[in-house]
């Protein structure tokens, strides 16, 4: 074992340089392998206790498995082992290895190229791991007899090597969830032998190739989640043998090409997502295997064909967010599978087919039509198919009528949602007999009666929404019953009575919304106990006595109790009447008096020092960070002097000039078509045409030659850009971002010198400047504002599902278009720039003084998209208030955030909004949002939620208020 143990440390110390080392044949192959493969890891949960380099054979060891007749290592599977590391050489010991399965760790680095070298190796699954750069050439130019390969849920980049194609054998191909980008090579259609191809969500782009017939035992493909374009493949229907087809979430258009009514063999078909046009042809019907088919969020237009009930295998159908008219054709009766039915938002109209009601679905989503009153049959009479339905909604149509009688037949109900309609009468009482029941949404509709007591049966409730109904009598007291409520909204009713204390045992509360009711009597003072309730509305109505103190009700917004005349307490800036106790006889001779004035005198005098160390604390961070951005911008103006005189722009030059002529030439490239500029480059970097600057360079404003804007960014830390191959991948990876809430780039001009982002041009200009520019004449409405708000968060939900962080978000970095949508502009440009460490950044990001999360003060804390969350917060605080993140007095600093929370915390936060808004605000809309503003700019990155949670906290507070329009 010496002499292993030596030519073990040797391959350790040496191998990555060394070809595979020869040894000694006595010692088993096989377990020198794997012992120099465990020793390059990690393996937190000694997984590879078992692996000893003193055993004669390895097949006993945990995840080696051998060949009985050849006592030789065949598989290798360490599926979920927490292993870390890198895939080491040691595996080309194994010669004999047919299966090497290692996903679901932590491996890092390179895939390695060597690993198909091993002849009889069949499958290759390192998925789920951390592998990074890109697909080696190599690894399939020597593939022998590889059947199966996985680098799934990696962060793999690159092309797709055409050396795929050399692996005839290959069977299954899967490199979905990385991000892969390039064109689609057609090589791919000449593995004939492949069975399955998954290439989802990755940043693949241009057209889907001809050719794909050729892969006569193809059986599934999925290529959802990427930039594709254009019209599928009209040779598509060659796959006779195609069971599962997915190019959902693309950009393809066109029809459906004729030859898909071959796929007779298919059983789920779902092309959602993309930008398909024409009707469903007929011959949808000849797809008589199909069990799911998904064809929402398209442009699919004309009637439902009658074809459709020819599929009587299909289990799911979505047709949601098309444009279809008509009515659902009878046919469909004959669907007798059929489990789940989307319809919703198109343009259907006409009565709702009571045969829906007859199929025994599990799901049924209808909102959004114009379906009129249906003829529902009895509930009681037809129970028998309504065990299994778990979801129906029937929101936003034309219904009338009542709710069908014998709802308590719904036994497996868990969301009901029949709200804007024009549903009248009672609610059932047999609605408390349907225990899995977890939504209730009737609102807008024309219900009158009372809530039934039978309410609290539902005991999975989680969300009852009432609103703008005309429902009477008292909130019953059993409502305590459904612990699991986090949603209670019965606004804009006719409810009477005092609020049940019992509505304190419901702890797990949320968002309440009593308003605009008939109540009386006090607030339970146990309210300020429910730890989570984050929105409490009972405005207009008629309470009265002492607001709830501690808790939630220390932040609660005046407008959330507004209307009660009665209500007293610190936030109603309405004092209590005071319960006078027996008078006190005080020693007269007592200095107790005095202590306690001179206690509080002290007091005082530490509050002032505390302020005026803060304040002189904030000053000079200001000025140091003044400082650094000035030696910085010195530094990169010096390197840009040097560095940009052999450019071809400079002096007015025309950039046309040929390529043979300078040797300095740059490269333009437009992302979508050629294009060129209107009066060559000496339009570009004029000082007439220059609109902003910021952190990373310079903008100015030109026009293409067909007469088209742009907005171009010089960069102007050309010192710290990455190499052009490096820059130009970056740059493509944003021209593909494509959101309305996000500035589209178009394009780039590059040279060694000089780097140009070529922007599209929104005239209106920055956020900042319409807010704070005392020239400019523009006021945003409440409205307006909102809209602005929630336009931001959801281009920063979208950048952080991509896995990008902005880290400069500031007012300057948001413009507005021409219809008042935000856009959020300079995403990216660091992963453009890599020699930026923490503290150049940190400098970088100090030009958003304000907005700056404290995190970037600090080397040691790990950098998020909770910074961006941050700003966010600051950015919301600066268009309700029409405030600077800081501004500078005589002899003072006022940094908003500060002050908008302790105003909070006196009460008086509704005198934050904007002054120039003249009371033209929704209140319960303005403080809620500020509240979330201040919850975005917590100082602890884990108290910031999610952007995506952001999104869906602003469209719960948004009011669809009648005023709503006047304030737009």
């Known amino acids: 074992m010496m002499q292993l143990s030596l030519c073990l440390l040797f391959l350790i110390l040496f191998g990555p340089v060394l070809p595979v080392l020869s040894v000694d044949p006595g010692f088993n192959d096989d377990v020198f392998g794997l012992i120099v493969f465990k020793a390059g890891l990690e393996d ?82 390192l998925s789920d791991n951390n592998l990074s750069g890109s697909i080696p050439e190599g690894f399939f130019q020597q593939c022998g007899s590889l059947r199966t390969v996985s680098f799934a849920k990696n962060n793999l980049t690159g092309k797709i090597p055409d050396s795929l194609s050399y692996c005839s054998t290959l069977a299954t191909v899967n490199f979905s969830s990385n991000q892969l980008d390039g064109e689609l090579p057609s090589v791919v259609w000449f593995l004939r032998g492949l069975q399955s191809l998954d290439l989802s969500n990755n940043l693949l782009e241009g057209e889907i190739p ?287 009575g005092s609020i049940p204390a019992a509505i304190v045992n419901l702890t797990n509360l949320q968002y309440v919304d009593l308003s605009w009711n008939e109540l009386s009597g006090s607030l339970p003072k146990e309210l300020a106990n429910l730890s989570h309730l984050f929105s409490f509305i009972v405005s207009y109505n008629h309470l009265q006595g002492e607001l709830p103190v501690g808790g939630f009700f220390n932040t609660i917004s005046p407008s959330s109790v507004s209307g009660n005349p009665l209500l007293c307490g610190s936030i109603v800036n309405h004092s209590c009447p005071s319960v006078h106790p027996k008078p006190i006889v005080l020693n007269p001779n007592s200095s107790g008096s005095n202590s306690s004035i001179s206690s509080q005198n002290h007091h005082h005098r530490i509050i002032l020092s505390i302020s005026a160390l803060i304040a002189i604390g904030a000053a000079a961070f200001i000025a140091i960070g003044v400082v650094a951005i000035t030696v910085l911008n010195m530094r990169v103006r010096s390197s840009m002097a040097r560095s940009a005189a052999p450019f071809a722009f400079s002096g007015g030059e025309d950039y046309s000039c040929s390529p043979a002529n300078d040797p300095n030439y740059g490269k333009l490239v437009m992302f979508d078509g050629d294009a060129d500029f209107a009066d060559g480059a000496h339009n570009l970097l004029n000082k007439e045409s220059e609109i902003g600057r910021g952190g990373f360079g310079v903008v100015y404003r030109t026009f293409l030659r067909d007469g088209h804007a742009v907005a171009i960014k010089k960069l102007t830390v050309s010192s710290l850009i990455k190499s052009q191959e490096d820059f130009e991948r970056e740059v493509k990876k944003l021209g593909k971002i494509r959101h309305q809430n996000l500035v589209a780039l178009e394009g780039y001009y590059w040279t060694s010198s000089l780097q140009l982002l070529i922007y599209e041009y929104l005239s209106r200009g920055s956020l900042h400047k319409l807010l704070h520019d005392d020239n400019s004449k523009n006021v945003f409405s409440w409205g307006q504002r909102f809209k602005i708000i929630l336009g931001m968060a959801k281009g920063l939900a979208h950048l952080h599902q991509m896995n990008i962080i902005h880290y400069n978000l500031k007012s300057t970095n948001v413009l507005i278009d021409s219809s008042g949508e935000p856009k959020v502009g300079d995403f990216g440009l660091v992963k453009l720039l890599p020699m930026l460490d923490h503290c150049v950044l940190s400098s970088k990001i100090q030009s958003a003084l304000g907005y700056m999360a404290p995190e970037f003060a600090c080397r040691t804390v790990k950098i998020t998209e909770k910074c961006d969350v941050y700003g966010f917060g600051i950015l919301v605080l600066e268009i309700v208030t029409g405030k600077k993140p800081v501004e500078y007095m005589e002899d003072d600093v006022v940094v908003l955030c500060d002050m908008v929370r302790g105003a909070l915390e006196e009460g008086t936060v509704e005198q934050c909004v904007d002054g120039r808004l003249l009371g033209n605000f929704a209140a319960e809309e303005a403080i809620p949002v500020i509240k979330l503003g201040l919850i975005c700019a917590s100082q602890v990155p884990s108290n910031r939620p999610d952007m995506d949670e952001v999104v869906n906290i602003l469209e719960l507070i948004q009011c669809p208020s009648e005023g709503q329009e006047e304030l737009e």
């Open 210 to 496: 001809e050719g794909i017939q050729n892969l006569y035992d193809l059986r599934e493909l999925s290529l959802q989640n990427n930039h594709f374009t254009g019209r599928l493949p009209g040779d598509i229907g060659g796959c006779l043998l195609l069971k599962s087809l997915d190019l959902s979430d693309n950009f393809l258009s066109g029809e459906l090409p004729e030859s898909m009514q071959r796929l007779t063999s298919c059983t789920s078909l779902r092309l959602q997502g993309n930008s398909f046009t024409g009707g469903i042809p007929d011959w949808i019907g000849q797809l008589k295997n199909l069990e799911i088919l998904d064809l929402s969020a398209n442009r699919f237009s004309g009637w439902i064909p009658k074809s459709l009930g020819n599929l009587d295998s299909l289990h799911r159908l979505n047709l949601s967010r098309n444009q279809f008219t008509g009515n659902l054709p009878g046919s469909m009766t004959n669907c007798t599978k059929l489990l789940a039915l989307d319809i919703s938002h198109n343009k259907l109209e006409g009565h709702l087919p009571s045969w829906i009601f007859r199929l025994g679905l599990q799901s049924i989503s209808l909102s959004g039509n114009s379906f009129i009153k249906g003829n529902y049959p009895s509930l009681k009479s037809t129970s028998a198919s309504y065990h299994g339905l778990e979801v129906l909604d029937l929101s936003s149509n034309a219904f009338s009528g009542e709710i069908p009688s014998g709802i308590e037949g719904l036994s497996s109900l868990q969301v009901l949602n029949m709200s804007t309609n024009n549903i009248s009468g009672s609610i059932p009482v047999g609605i408390g007999e349907l225990k899995s029941l977890y939504i209730i949404d009737l609102s807008e509709n024309k219900l009158n009666g009372s809530i039934p007591i039978e309410i609290e049966g539902a005991i999975s409730l989680s969300e009852l929404r009432l609103q703008k109904n005309s429902l009477g009598g008292r909130i019953p007291v059993q409502i305590e019953k459904c612990s699991s409520l986090t949603f209670l909204i019965l606004s804009h009713n006719k409810l009477t």
């Open 44 to 125: 937190p949960k000694h997984k590879l206790s078992s692996w000893n380099e003193d055993d004669n054979s390895p097949c006993n060891w945990e995840g080696v498995k051998c060949d009985p007749a050849t006592n030789r290592v065949s598989a290798l599977v360490l599926d979920g082992f927490s292993l870390s590391g890198h895939v080491d050489r040691g595996l080309l010991r194994l010669q004999f290895l047919q299966i090497l399965s290692l996903s679901g760790n932590n491996f890092t680095g390179p895939i390695n190229p060597d690993l198909p070298r091993l002849g009889g190796l069949q499958v290759v699954d």
